[in-house]
DNA sequence: CAGTTTACATCGACAGTCAAGGTATGTCAA
DNA sequence: TTGACATACCTTGACTGTCGATGTAAACTG
């Protein structure tokens, strides 16, 4: 099932967070684990997590360091930082505000929603 | 308590939609409706409401009509018409079906979110 | 009759996302 | 050893949705 990509306008970063309080991750990690955690919901583009993860590190809520796998590839990680930690726990009281707001509205229109 | 606008985005039709199901409406009366409904959560800005509302009449998802107050008012109403009312059925699902993928990354790193 | 509310509308700017493309290295099979 | 594919990072230009500001005009209010 596909949505529209708006939806997804400003909790990228959201569940960016949330994926780096389970452990630091490098970028491509981050692309396929946020589709199996979704159970294939979410298909993060490169295009939006790159920029993404350096406005995030720009803002300090990431640290990065850089990682050599034994087989010799380079790999970029990304920690949360403190701040991080409590961005994210902001942005989920936003989120579920903001669900529960759009529910209401929904529910108001069409009661048998569930 | 204030959310990131742009979690709004792509939503707002569906919400649109959805006080339409309830009865024409004209476009004024959707900003203080929808204020009220979401108890206070959405303040639809009028630039949002008027560009959305003809691009929901070209597609055909609503239909325009005039009408005159007694006291002599203009006021454009908007009816919701079959395609709108499926439309808004389709947008639902896709809303329930992404914030339940939110919900599902966000409750595998918190589980305590319940 | 001045100020506020109602009512519709447009404009320029901005943020978030995407598709497409670029670079480089490791893996694996023919 | 060559070619295809996966890994891994990144940038660019374009598009969409929203906002704030602003405009216009009529009706209500003190």
Do not use: C
């Amino acid at each position: 099932m596909k949505f529209e990509k708006t939806l997804l306008s400003g909790s990228n970063a959201m569940l960016i967070l949330s994926l780096l309080s389970d452990g630091d991750k490098y970028g491509y990690e981050m692309v396929r684990e946020l589709k199996r955690r979704s159970e294939n919901v979410f298909e993060l583009q490169e295009g939006t997590l790159y920029p993404l993860l350096h406005a995030l590190e720009k803002s300090g809520d990431v640290k990065a360091y850089d990682k050599t796998t034994p087989a010799g590839r380079e790999r970029r990680y990304y920690h949360l930082s403190e701040k991080g930690a409590q961005r994210l726990q902001e942005k989920i009281r936003e989120w579920r505000f903001f669900s529960e707001g759009v529910n209401t509205v929904l529910g108001a229109a069409a009661p048998s929603l569930g």
